[in-house]
């Protein structure tokens, strides 16, 4: 995702400075080229060495270095950075660049780069809620600069509050959203994922295989690309993508109840979701004991979320961009397109499910995509992630048209 990206990440005096380096990791290994630069008070928390090692750069600390200045200097390191990404970035680090003062490596660098930069603020809570502090933010904000703010909890200097490092994956997620063009800005999309729960009695329930990887990938990815992302998630163990309104069901039910209630704000719909095609009957409110050898459970069919909105005519307005989702074990194609045509879709993502590299619960994924149009194309093997930015290209291709 991050390939070819040069990425500056400052790191300050702070003891969230450690979290800095789950940050880096994150950016490396989405193939960025990161180069770091640290504070003198960085170094009284974390050695150079470390972030050397996992960056495979050397670390810049001081302003007048010798071997530094010839090779590369702050002012080159400047001019080609993509993205500057200071975290954690203290009280004193942005009251520094907030007035003008550039006074050592990675105030200068700030200073003379033309990048867009991203801080990720850790401090104490009175520290944050300083009006001081608080006026130099605002004023970095008004000038385009981009704040990742901090989470409440209980800090290291024993405060509980606002100020704690947001978690280095909320970070690189704002890192990401700042690289990627904003080809969804003014859209609203509505995702949905996970598996739902039809709950038999108070301790078991009927589900499926479903992650929500897939669902939660198209989430961050639209996010980044400028989408208000409505998200309407079953039961996951999945982090929680940032920036977007998140929603969580458990049954079939509660997920059509969340999803009508949202969709005339959409301007597209995409139902990753595996959504239970049937629920008991009854939901037994004790726990049911065993007794006879063999059991029953007499199953009811849920309603077919998808195939409603695909039926939805207001008569005002036009629906949504539909984009179905076809979980399928045989007759790929043929499954899928009778699903486009039935539920009235503008676009289904068919994948086979029993492939061990595809559907659920592993990060990759082989998909057909195929159209309202008859078209159809195919998506290779691919992360989940690659395949979401591949059927946004699409919906935003076709949503000119809708
Ligand atoms: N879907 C839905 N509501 C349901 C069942 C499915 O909205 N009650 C949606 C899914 O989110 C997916 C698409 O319909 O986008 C197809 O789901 P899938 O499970 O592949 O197919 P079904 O329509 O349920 O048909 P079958 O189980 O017979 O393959």
């Given at each position: 995702?991050?390939?070819?990206?040069?990425?500056?990440?400052?790191?300050?005096?702070?003891?969230?400075?450690?979290?800095?380096?789950?940050?880096?990791?994150?950016?490396?290994?989405?193939?960025?080229?990161?180069?770091?630069?640290?504070?003198?008070?960085?170094?009284?928390?974390?050695?150079?060495?470390?972030?050397?090692?996992?960056?495979?750069?050397?670390?810049?600390t001081e302003l007048f270095n010798?071997?530094?200045?010839?090779?590369?200097?702050?002012?080159?390191?400047?001019?080609?950075?993509?993205?500057?990404?200071?975290?954690?970035?203290?009280?004193?680090?942005?009251?520094?660049?907030?007035?003008?003062?550039?006074?050592?490596?990675?105030?200068?660098?700030?200073?003379?780069?033309?990048?867009?930069?991203?801080?990720?603020?850790?401090?104490?809570?009175?520290?944050?809620?300083?009006?001081?502090?608080?006026?130099?933010?605002?004023?970095?904000?008004?000038?385009?600069?981009?704040?990742?703010?901090?989470?409440?909890?209980?800090?290291?200097?024993?405060?509980?509050?606002?100020?704690?490092?947001?978690?280095?994956?909320?970070?690189?997620?704002?890192?990401?959203?700042?690289?990627?063009?904003?080809?969804?800005?003014?859209?609203?999309?509505?995702?949905?994922?996970?598996?739902?729960?039809?709950?038999?009695?108070?301790?078991?329930?009927?589900?499926?295989?479903?992650?929500?990887?897939?669902?939660?990938?198209?989430?961050?990815?639209?996010?980044?690309?400028?989408?208000?992302?409505?998200?309407?998630?079953?039961?996951?163990?999945?982090?929680?993508?940032?920036?977007?309104?998140?929603?969580?069901?458990?049954?079939?039910l509660e997920m059509q109840n969340?999803?009508?209630?949202?969709?005339?704000?959409?301007?597209?719909?995409?139902?990753?979701?595996?959504?239970?095609?049937?629920?008991?009957?009854?939901?037994?409110?004790?726990?049911?004991?065993?007794?006879?050898?063999?059991?029953?459970?007499?199953?009811?069919?849920?309603?077919?979320?998808?195939?409603?909105?695909?039926?939805?005519?207001?008569?005002?307005?036009?629906?949504?961009?539909?984009?179905?989702?076809?979980?399928?074990?045989?007759?790929?194609?043929?499954?899928?397109?009778?699903?486009?045509?039935?539920?009235?879709?503008?676009?289904?993502?068919?994948?086979?499910?029993?492939?061990?590299?595809?559907?659920?619960?592993?990060?990759?994924?082989?998909?057909?995509?195929?159209?309202?149009?008859?078209?159809?194309?195919?998506?290779?093997?691919?992360?989940?992630?690659?395949?979401?930015?591949?059927?946004?290209?699409?919906?935003?291709?076709?949503?000119?048209?809708?």
């Amino acid at each position: 995702m991050l390939r070819n990206k040069k990425i500056i990440l400052g790191v300050c005096g702070g003891i969230a400075a450690y979290k800095a380096i789950e940050l880096l990791r994150l950016l490396t290994k989405s193939g960025a080229d990161v180069h770091v630069i640290m504070t003198r008070a960085a170094q009284e928390f974390v050695a150079p060495l470390t972030f050397q090692t996992l960056s495979s750069n050397p670390v810049h600390t001081e302003l007048f270095n010798l071997i530094a200045e010839r090779e590369i200097g702050h002012i080159s390191l400047a001019d080609r950075a993509d993205l500057f990404i200071i975290a954690p970035a203290t009280a004193n680090i942005i009251g520094k660049i907030a007035n003008g003062i550039a006074d050592d490596m990675l105030t200068t660098t700030v200073m003379a780069t033309k990048a867009p930069v991203l801080f990720a603020p850790a401090m104490n809570v009175n520290m944050f809620t300083n009006p001081i502090y608080q006026e130099n933010e605002e004023k970095l904000r008004r000038l385009g600069y981009l704040f990742e703010a901090p989470v409440c909890g209980s800090l290291a200097c024993g405060w509980q509050g606002e100020g704690k490092l947001a978690a280095p994956e909320t970070i690189f997620e704002a890192a990401l959203a700042a690289l990627t063009e904003k080809d969804l800005a003014g859209r609203t999309i509505l995702i949905t994922a996970g598996p739902t729960r039809e709950e038999i009695d108070p301790v078991r329930y009927i589900s499926n295989h479903s992650s929500g990887k897939m669902g939660y990938a198209l989430a961050r990815t639209a996010h980044c690309r400028g989408a208000k992302v409505i998200l309407i998630s079953g039961p996951t163990s999945l982090i929680k993508p940032g920036g977007v309104d998140i929603i969580e069901v458990t049954s079939a039910l509660e997920m059509q109840n969340a999803v009508m209630a949202h969709v005339s704000e959409c301007h597209v719909v995409i139902k990753a979701a595996a959504v239970a095609d049937y629920r008991p009957l009854t939901r037994n409110l004790t726990k049911i004991k065993k007794s006879a050898d063999s059991a029953t459970i007499e199953m009811i069919k849920n309603p077919d979320i998808l195939a409603g909105l695909g039926a939805l005519d207001n008569g005002l307005k036009p629906r949504p961009f539909l984009v179905g989702f076809a979980a399928e074990t045989d007759a790929l194609a043929e499954n899928a397109t009778k699903k486009l045509k039935e539920k009235n879709l503008d676009m289904i993502v068919a994948n086979d499910v029993s492939q061990a590299d595809a559907g659920f619960n592993v990060d990759t994924n082989r998909a057909l995509l195929f159209f309202k149009d008859g078209s159809s194309t195919p998506c290779g093997l691919m992360s989940k992630d690659q395949l979401a930015g591949s059927i946004l290209d699409h919906v935003v291709a076709r949503l000119a048209q809708h």
